[in-house]
């Protein structure tokens, strides 16, 4: 009788494949520059430069600017229960705006010659990534403002208010506790939206970059930098206060010179350490 022999146990079994390993990332490679309190009145100095330089069209966004917070204080006296949508409106409006003078800033550095008509277009190509980032930051805003309602309603326990009952509440001194957490609340909120678009926006010009890995930078520099982005952060808050006194006219300056300003904060904040030029 013939002998039958059997294969071998382990030729029967399947072979699991080789689990797969994604090959490491091959983009231009980015470094966080560490930042001196120096640094933002640098980047202020360098803003004024091109706002002289270009003082035509820094005044075309100055009157952009000016004419959103005329509307804002026209909405607030005369219908304050439509501030909140203005707000959103003005954070849907406002990045597309200072884009273009982050464009004008760049093609400066580029020893390009800046127009109006390329700052107005820049954006085209970057619709995608612009529109997500616009997005997280309504929501954020929109959060913020449901905070701040919570709050009024804790404190002073009649449900939740208008915008108008919150706004009238703030500007009272008698309020002082409730003054205080709101300032805390509401800085929280601000201190986010300023973490998440402090260098993003520009990065997303200058490489095209998807909008979750500029806010993700923008955080890194800002954790990284905390003094002196906080030092930032003021300068922004002062400047702008100084602006809106009397009737909002300083924006028709202080808004583009912060704005050529903010470009060079990202290009001071953020080393890129491959040799092509920016987009």
Same mark, same amino acid.
């Given at each position: 009788?013939?002998?039958?022999?059997?294969?071998?146990?382990?030729?029967?079994?399947?072979?699991?494949?080789?689990?797969?390993?994604?090959?490491?990332?091959?983009?231009?490679?980015?470094?966080?520059?560490?930042?001196?309190?120096?640094?933002?009145?640098?980047?202020?100095?360098?803003?004024?430069?091109?706002?002289?330089?270009?003082?035509?069209?820094?005044?075309?966004?100055?009157?952009?600017?000016?004419?959103?917070?005329?509307?804002?204080?026209?909405?607030?006296?005369?219908?304050?229960?439509?501030?909140?949508?203005?707000?959103?409106?003005?954070?849907?409006?406002?990045?597309?705006?200072?884009?273009?003078?982050?464009?004008?800033?760049?093609?400066?550095?580029?020893?390009?010659?800046?127009?109006?008509?390329?700052?107005?277009?820049?954006?085209?190509? $970057?619709?995608?990534?612009?529109?997500?980032?616009?997005?997280?930051?309504?929501?954020?805003?929109?959060?913020?403002?449901?905070?701040?309602?919570?709050?009024?309603?804790?404190?002073?326990?009649?449900?939740?208010?208008?915008?108008?009952?919150?706004?009238?509440?703030?500007?009272?001194?008698?309020?002082?506790?409730?003054?205080?957490?709101?300032?805390?609340?509401?800085?929280?909120?601000?201190?986010?939206?300023?973490?998440?678009?402090?260098?993003?926006?520009?990065?997303?010009?200058?490489?095209?970059?998807?909008?979750?890995?500029?806010?993700?930078?923008?955080?890194?520099?800002?954790?990284?930098?905390?003094?002196?982005?906080?030092?930032?952060?003021?300068?922004?808050?002062?400047?702008?206060?100084?602006?809106?006194?009397?009737?909002?006219?300083?924006?028709?300056?202080?808004?583009?010179?912060?704005? $050529?300003?903010?470009?060079?904060?990202?290009?001071?904040?953020?080393?890129?350490?491959?040799?092509?030029?920016?987009?």
């Amino acid at each position: 009788m013939t002998e039958i022999k059997s294969a071998p146990e382990s030729a029967s079994l399947p072979v699991s494949p080789e689990p797969y390993v994604p090959p490491p990332p091959v983009g231009p490679k980015r470094e966080i520059v560490a930042l001196s309190f120096a640094d933002p009145f640098r980047w202020l100095a360098r803003g004024l430069r091109d706002l002289q330089a270009e003082m035509g069209i820094g005044l075309f966004y100055g009157m952009c600017f000016w004419g959103m917070a005329i509307t804002l204080s026209l909405v607030f006296r005369h219908l304050p229960e439509y501030t909140m949508s203005i707000v959103s409106g003005c954070l849907l409006v406002g990045p597309f705006l200072a884009m273009g003078l982050y464009e004008v800033s760049r093609r400066r550095e580029q020893g390009l010659a800046p127009d109006l008509a390329s700052s107005l277009t820049c954006w085209d190509t $970057h619709i995608g990534s612009m529109g997500l980032l616009v997005l997280v930051l309504v929501v954020l805003e929109l959060l913020w403002g449901r905070a701040s309602l919570v709050v009024f309603a804790v404190f002073f326990n009649t449900g939740m208010p208008s915008t108008a009952g919150v706004l009238q509440a703030v500007f009272n001194p008698e309020n002082w506790e409730f003054v205080a957490v709101y300032t805390v609340v509401g800085g929280v909120f601000a201190g986010l939206v300023f973490a998440t678009s402090v260098v993003s926006i520009p990065m997303i010009l200058d490489r095209d970059t998807d909008a979750i890995s500029a806010s993700i930078a923008s955080l890194q520099v800002f954790f990284s930098n905390l003094p002196v982005l906080l030092l930032w952060g003021l300068l922004i808050t002062l400047l702008v206060g100084l602006a809106l006194w009397p009737w909002g006219l300083g924006l028709l300056l202080i808004g583009p010179w912060l704005g $050529h300003a903010t470009w060079h904060a990202y290009r001071g904040s953020i080393r890129w350490l491959d040799n092509e030029p920016a987009a």
